[in-house]
């Protein structure tokens, strides 16, 4: 690969599968903009300004700016040639100009791509002139296993596994143009830098959905990577803080469920564990560890904090966030559904469970280690998968396998860990390839 800059994904395979008239959304530094300029022939591409000019692009000429009535009679007309037109920032486009397109249907190809939700739920709303023209596309953070399939030829198993957590997030990648040191040292380091980052890519979230909702989305969410996963506990902080009316989990649960629509927030299901029934937790690793520094430190609020001071916390936040994304990449392998233990009396839990399609029975169950595992780690790892019934016990360590596993129990170093992640990609490939 060498010193590549781009980051592999299935949704590469999607867009160019897919013939149709386009919406393609999401949260925003998805790469959602850089995908479709990278694989779509355009003719021209569009984007709606927040004061509703618009950026006019064509193939060999130099970006103008002009009137949206221009641009969107150059859309139209080009559209009626079959040419692939882009409209980028669509959420900000009147609707007064939707009718004007869809006149255009099915005459060439129209991809929209929109940051926010809400812009989709319009466009798929019964009274849109745009409904059953256009199909959807939503881009969320990559996935692991493209990420780490990616980085492996520059990288090796064990760097690309670590580093794969984090670069997620595909806009991180040209801040990190060595990718030497480990991920957490690079956040410990530029704590500060990315916590602006992070909150501006929020905000601009929040800015295109409900303003006047910013202060309780960005303290639920600093929250959560704080740890508090529950909806009620998190109800009860937030109504202490003066952000909610009530300290009834009711209200939290349906924040939650906006910012899960929004591509902010995952549920992952919990499996046997008392009194809840869903985990809910950052969709984005590293805004987890960056909000999560936030929350303990302040990080966002002044510069010049030692990294040295922030290293253990970044490390142990990073650690969490590495359970839950081999949970990803392990049920995906397993052609499962991912799911979480919290074992009772504080027992502890069980890093990763993989249930069956159905979420009916335990398929497998592993330990994580950032480290190497020790023979006392592969013990508990099959108590802990005995506990709850699991098909399979597993243990996967990032820092190898130091003595032989015992009987019954199935150890992943980085390489066997890498090898997943190649398999998960071939199997989407193969996948994309027979519904085409």
């Excluded at 990577?225 to 989990?249: D, H, N």
Aim: glycine share 8%.
């Amino acid at each position: 690969m060498g010193e590549t800059r781009v980051l592999w994904r299935r949704e590469f395979l999607e867009l160019e599968r897919r013939s149709s008239w386009l919406l393609v959304y999401g949260r925003r530094k998805t790469g959602k903009s850089f995908m479709v300029r990278l694989l779509l022939p355009w003719r021209l591409y569009v984007t709606v300004t927040r004061d509703l000019t618009t950026v006019v692009e064509e193939p060999g000429k130099r970006p103008v700016v002009v009137e949206i009535e221009e641009a969107m009679s150059k859309a139209v007309e080009l559209l009626s040639r079959n040419a692939v037109v882009v409209i980028d920032e669509f959420q900000r486009l009147p609707e007064r100009y939707w009718d004007m397109l869809a006149t255009r249907h099915p005459e060439g190809r129209l991809v929209l791509v929109a940051s926010s939700l809400g812009a989709a739920n319009r466009v798929f709303d019964r009274r849109s002139p745009l409904l059953g023209l256009v199909m959807p596309l939503r881009i969320d953070p990559l996935r692991y296993a493209d990420v780490v399939s990616s980085l492996l030829p520059r990288l090796g198993p064990r760097r690309a596994l670590l580093w794969g957590v984090v670069l997620r997030e595909p806009w991180l990648l040209p801040l990190v143009p060595g990718l030497e040191s480990e991920p957490w040292r690079f956040v410990a380091s530029n704590a500060y830098m990315l916590a602006q980052m992070v909150r501006g890519l929020v905000g601009e979230v929040f800015e295109e959905e409900e303003r006047r909702l910013t202060r309780l989305y960005e303290a639920a969410l600093r929250l959560l990577a704080a740890g508090v996963w529950s909806s009620a506990r998190l109800a009860g902080l937030l109504y202490q803080r003066g952000l909610l009316s009530s300290a009834g989990a009711g209200p939290a649960t349906g924040l939650l469920d906006r910012l899960s629509e929004i591509g902010l927030v995952a549920k992952t299901r919990l499996w046997r564990t008392r009194g809840a029934r869903v985990y809910y937790r950052h969709s984005s690793p590293l805004l987890a560890i960056v909000y999560g520094l936030a929350e303990r430190y302040g990080i966002d609020e002044q510069p010049g904090y030692d990294p040295g001071l922030l290293l253990d916390a970044a490390r142990s936040l990073y650690a969490r966030e590495l359970q839950f994304t081999l949970g990803e990449l392990l049920a995906e392998h397993h052609g499962g559904l991912q799911a979480y233990t919290l074992l009772p009396g504080g027992q502890g839990d069980i890093d990763v469970v993989v249930l069956d399609h159905k979420g009916r029975r335990a398929i497998a169950a592993y330990e994580v280690k950032l480290g190497p595992c020790s023979q006392s780690d592969m013990k508990t790892a099959l108590q802990r998968a005995e506990v709850i019934g699991a098909k399979k016990a597993g243990i996967a360590c990032l820092g190898g396998i130091e003595s032989q596993p015992p009987p019954g129990l199935e150890a992943l170093g980085p390489q066997e860990l890498a090898e997943a992640a190649i398999d998960c990609v071939k199997k989407a490939v193969t996948s994309t390839q027979q519904e085409a």
